[in-house]
């Protein structure tokens, strides 16, 4: 297995601009989680889906962040408009209930908005 | 939720074993405790679970007191390679039917040093 996917690596945007983050879990995990990683604030849950239904948005810090999962297979994290405080770490993961070991973390996409 | 409580940073001599404790004086019976490390940027990559019973498996060992309100995390032969964030978590909402939330704190930066 790949494990989970995240695109892209990096990304430089500027003040205002719609940026989106990808994520593809590991096949046969229902659950998907999206983090925030910040020197300040360390690893924020912002939102999770289990079966492509989003279940807990409330770490969501504002409305111009916005999540969405179309399938099993694929998810997208909006930043419209960004802004530079919106400079983070972004950390995709899934999970099902029958693993045991927790989530299975991506590598990250980290953002930089300029 | 159960928080956990842990000392910012500690150090270690290469070679020598890495405890690292853990307060979760919250914990509910039914809640696993969970240990992940985070190295440099990378995601946060599982190490080791367990709920009441002392654990062992290739990467740590996790002890667990007997009222369940703290653990230690034992790496037997710390090497440079350890150098990492370590978060100790409780798995909240975990169950057959529902895969829990991880909720991060700030963790243990632990230095492995020559």
């Known amino acids: 297995d790949a494990g989970v996917i995240q695109s892209p690596r990096h990304e430089v945007t500027e003040m205002g601009q719609e940026v989106t983050l990808r994520c593809k879990p590991i096949?046969?995990?229902?659950?998907l989680f999206w983090y925030r990683q910040t020197m300040m604030r360390g690893l924020e849950l912002l939102i999770y889906?289990?079966?492509?239904?989003?279940?807990?948005d409330s770490g969501m810090p504002e409305d111009r962040f916005s999540a969405k999962m179309p399938n099993a297979s694929f998810s997208t994290l909006k930043i419209q408009p960004s802004e530079p405080r919106d400079s983070a770490v972004y950390f995709c993961?899934?999970?099902?209930?029958?693993?045991?070991?927790?989530?299975?973390f991506g590598s990250g996409t980290r953002l930089t908005v300029v | 939720d159960a928080k956990t409580t842990q000392p910012p940073s500690m150090d270690c001599a290469e070679g020598r074993a890495a405890n690292l404790p853990c307060n979760h004086s919250?914990?509910?019976?039914?809640?696993?405790v969970y240990w992940y490390r985070q190295i440099h940027s990378q995601g946060p990559q599982y190490i080791i679970h367990g709920l009441k019973n002392n654990e062992t498996n290739e990467m740590a060992s996790l002890i667990i007191t007997e009222d369940r309100k703290s653990s230690t995390l034992i790496l037997p032969h710390a090497t440079l390679r350890d150098t990492a964030v370590y978060y100790c978590i409780v798995r909240v909402g975990y169950s057959s039917s529902n895969t829990g939330k991880l909720i991060f704190g700030q963790g243990t930066t632990l230095q492995v040093k020559p």
């Open positions: 919250t914990i509910s019976g039914n809640e696993y």
């Open positions: 993961a899934s999970s099902s209930n029958r693993e045991i070991r927790g989530y299975t």
């Open positions: 096949s046969g995990h229902d659950y």
């Open positions: 889906f289990n079966n492509n239904v989003p279940i807990d």
